[in-house]
């Protein structure tokens, strides 16, 4: 069983479409997160979010919209998406927010490419 | 505010030579400090972690760091490298105290072992 699942694991899409990435996990953590990953390989944090509870939001345009209908998923919207926005996407979960010492279990990515 | 510093952004080690990442930190409080590992493709994969308690740390595939906090470093080590250790490596840093407790990333080294 995967831990922490995101779909799709790739994602090829045009300037100015809406694409949505999807987070699951099954670790029964209650702390979820969205790292952008640039072609440089640096990690940022974009979001989290404590029991369906926004807790993290970062300098992010709005048209990043995060979603979590219950604890176990963290769903990203993507607007009007630029040429900028190609990235990979990490989904990861920790179990309390507020206590890193746990660490974090991460997704395999959504590599996602605006052309 | 926390920050991370890896110093070199790749290091390249023959099979069986000894492996070390550098990587200092800046924190205000006492840190807690990550090693994660990204191999082609995939997620991060936690390494090892130090929160408090022995400053000299065990993690999965035979690597080890020490908490330095007169040097504030972290440095990752391995006695004896292997071909399937080449991956990109992250330090991480995360308050202890804070309410969120997000992970901060260095921008990573990516080791490459030769034959």
């Known amino acids: 069983d995967t831990a922490v699942s995101q779909t799709p694991k790739y994602l090829v899409t045009q300037m100015g479409n809406d694409k949505s990435i999807k987070c699951e996990q099954n670790l029964g953590h209650d702390t979820m997160y969205w790292y952008k990953q640039d072609s440089k390989k640096f990690l940022k944090i974009m979001f989290s979010y404590n029991n369906k509870e926004l807790i993290i939001n970062e300098t992010v345009p709005n048209r990043f919209s995060p979603k979590s209908p219950d604890k176990a998923h963290l769903n990203l919207h993507i607007n009007s998406l630029e040429l900028g926005d190609s990235a990979v996407y990490f989904c990861?979960?920790?179990?309390?927010?507020?206590?890193?010492?746990?660490?974090?279990?991460f997704g395999s990515g959504t590599r996602l490419t605006v052309v | 505010a926390q920050s991370v510093t890896q110093l070199g952004s790749h290091v390249s080690v023959s099979e069986g030579a000894l492996v070390l990442l550098r990587c200092n930190y800046s924190s205000s409080v006492p840190p807690y400090l990550f090693w994660y590992v990204q191999y082609p493709n995939q997620g991060l994969q936690l390494l090892l972690k130090y929160t408090t308690g022995a400053t000299l740390v065990k993690g999965i595939n035979g690597f080890e760091a020490e908490f330095k906090k007169s040097e504030t470093s972290f440095h990752l080590t391995k006695p004896s490298a292997h071909m399937s250790d080449a991956a990109e490596y992250f330090c991480a840093v995360s308050d202890t105290g804070g309410s969120q407790g997000n992970l901060i990333f260095g921008k990573g080294t990516k080791l490459s072992v030769k034959p």
């Open positions: 990861a979960s920790s179990p309390f927010s507020g206590q890193a010492n746990y660490g974090y279990t």
